[in-house]
């Protein structure tokens, strides 16, 4: 059995390495949202709510494994586990 899975397209819009930030849009399926990633606090915020819980955990490992590579005005894609 093959399992769901949906590409998700990021574009960092933003990056400060000396705050600790990157900042981005995210787009998955039909959901579109920004995100803001504090990775000193290790904080990751997503808007709007709506889908959130869908791509956090994925968005959250995709950053963390990829951090230094991001760059603004950059084009990213990962895939999600799930159907959106």
């Known amino acids: 059995m093959k399992l769901p899975q949906t590409k ?3 574009r960092v819009t933003d990056r400060c390495w ?3 930030f990157l900042a981005g849009d995210i787009t998955a399926g ?3 949202w920004q995100f803001q ?3 000193r606090q290790d904080y990751l915020a997503i808007e709007p709510s709506q ?3 869908l791509i956090q955990e994925p968005l959250g ?3 963390e494994q990829q951090d ?3 760059e603004p005005g950059g084009d990213y894609s990962f895939t999600i586990r799930a159907e959106l």
């Open 8 to 10: 998700a397209f990021l």
């Open 18 to 20: 000396e705050r600790g």
């Open 30 to 32: 039909s959901f579109s």
């Open 37 to 39: 990633w504090r990775f």
């Open 51 to 53: 889908g959130r819980a």
């Open 61 to 63: 490992r995709f950053l």
């Open 68 to 70: 230094y590579q991001l």
